[in-house]
């Protein structure tokens, strides 16, 4: 097969609050032999929180971004679900409205750059499913993670709205019953728990202005998960992860019961099953720990 | 001629029973039918009553997606039952379906529930055009194809309720507005006509207006007509800016915050960002924020990272801002 080779989009977390994220998706890549070219260029995506603000001014950044992904005539990667939410919005929006994408590339103009719509945007969890494939990572696991059930936490701006989900990538998601997360699990040997809140939000963008809400809407996460057996969490959103991770106080205190798993990202439970060290997958970062390596 | 040739599969299917006056709780009844490829939902409902249970309670009305009376949920999934296809259910959830109203906990009897809250929030938003009109005017009241856009399609709402019953926000802040009365304060907030002055600061208001919403996408993910509730809520949030209605608060700040931490280093200074958003208020996150020191999480002033080519980034901020806050 040929090399895959992508323009990483880390987005924010990976560089300060995961730093965990970061070290796994670059472990992970090494051991797919997938080159990733980082876009050390790149601004924040304003995480749907700019665009409450100036609309505008937030293509213009995210189209500035694709269009380093472009330079290298490379598919951009992200490794965070609303990174992947906001830059694909973007290039939706620029790719379906001529006067729009004349209008941002007037101001692109201005620093010597181009927006021009080649580049395809896709979240690093569908890259490796539709591009390098789940039977090749099945054939690679040498620590199967047999004794586990890991129950999939999706996050929403990797599957809603589906149709900005299926435009941006190869593979369709049910977002009723999305199966790409629960298909990486069942490859890396684990099981998957199928519970009620896997396609459901985690409250991460409310946490400031509505603490009770997101914190009742991460707990019932946990407890679904919980109620199902689950040994632990994976999700390929590192805003869910912070969630769940760090806010399993807050939200055992917003449901009345006590709920705490172990969260993994994505990239680190495909690490832990092509033998990565947990040194390598940065599991001394969690706030919840991962107790049972 | 083309030919359509129509399938037929075996489901069945669990559904809500309840009668608020004579049920202390509720229960599931099964029913397996032949459902073909050209049936909708309401097609089900109506076979319940007609073949197996007359005492079976739905409201239907127009049968074509307009009255938007007949929504209910499938397998948890807001449904509006005339216009929904069952191979798009048993597509999404297989041959075991559950058929429930569109909340089970305003459950009157059967589907049929009590929807007052969804119209209080709903009134609340003043749905309807405050202008002053002359009242006997010389000519027609034009409205341009462009300013007629800047509806963006949120008069396509029927009030079936699906988004309303969808949002996880509306199950657990009782204040919240909801997709549904945001999109109707978007329909006429965005009508060059209107001059209410109090809408705009009603949805702007902490835990009743736009800002609790979580940016799930479920609203536009299940609206039957395309309305699209969330990217109204942006414009909502938008407008706020624009209008100057937006108030000085954590969840302003939280969206201004992202700007001006963009601007100094191109990437997202978290601790930043929540302390501008938060000000004094900072010192509640201090026990998470000790616990995410101890495990590496938190990155200090003097190592947070800076985007290449930043000074491209501050020059299309510059050029590029479209508000002031």
Known sequence: ?293 | MSTHTITTQKVNFKVFRFNAEDDYLPYYENYSMDVTSEEVVLDILNRIKWDHDGSFSYRRSCRHGICGACAIKVNGRSTLACKESMTTMIEYFGNELTIEPLSTKRAVKDMIIDKADFWDKHAKVNPYLVADIDEAPTCENLVSPHEAEELDEADLCIQCGACHYACPVVEINEDFFGPAAFAAAYRFESDVRDSDADRLIAVNEEKQGVWDCAKCFECAEVCPKDVNPISKITKLHQMAFKKGVAKNNVATRHAVGFFHSIKKRGVLDEGGLVLYSEGPSIVKHIPVALQMFRKGKITMPWNMPKSDNLDEIQKLIKSSSTVKF
């Open chain 1, 1 to 293: 097969m040929k090399k895959l080779k992508y323009a990483l989009f880390t987005g924010c977390t990976a560089k300060q609050s995961t730093p965990e994220q970061m070290m796994s998706t670059m472990a992970v890549a090494r051991k797919l032999n997938i080159e990733l070219i980082e876009l050390t260029e790149a601004s924040c995506c304003g995480a749907s929180h700019l665009q409450d603000y100036d609309d505008f001014l937030s293509l213009v950044l995210n189209a500035r971004n694709i269009a380093y992904a472009e330079k290298h005539e490379l598919t951009m990667v992200t490794i965070c679900n609303t990174c992947q939410l906001n830059t694909a919005m973007t290039k939706h929006r620029l790719d379906n409205n001529a006067e729009l994408k004349a209008r941002v590339n007037e101001k692109l103009a201005e620093v010597g750059l181009e927006y021009k719509g080649t580049s395809l945007v896709t979240h690093f969890l569908y890259a490796i499913i539709d591009d390098f494939g789940l039977d090749k990572i099945k054939e690679m696991v040498v620590k199967p993670l047999s004794q586990f059930n890991i129950a999939p936490f999706y996050g929403c701006h990797n599957i809603r709205p589906s149709e900005l989900h299926n435009e941006s990538h190869k593979t369709a998601e049910n977002p009723y019953n999305p199966t790409s997360l629960d298909d990486l699990i069942i490859a890396c040997g684990g099981k998957n728990v199928e519970y009620e809140q896997k396609n459901k939000c985690c409250g991460f963008h409310i946490e400031l202005q509505a603490p009770h809400t997101a914190a009742v809407l991460t707990g019932n996460a946990i407890a679904g998960a919980t109620d199902q057996n689950a040994d632990m969490m994976v999700t390929p959103c590192p805003l869910c992860h912070l969630k769940l991770d760090t806010q399993a106080h807050h939200a055992s205190k917003a449901i009345g019961r006590e709920v705490s798993l172990p969260v993994l990202h994505m990239q680190q439970m495909i690490g832990l099953a092509l033998g990565c060290t947990p040194a390598e997958l940065g599991l001394k970062h969690h706030v919840t720990e991962v107790n049972f390596i």
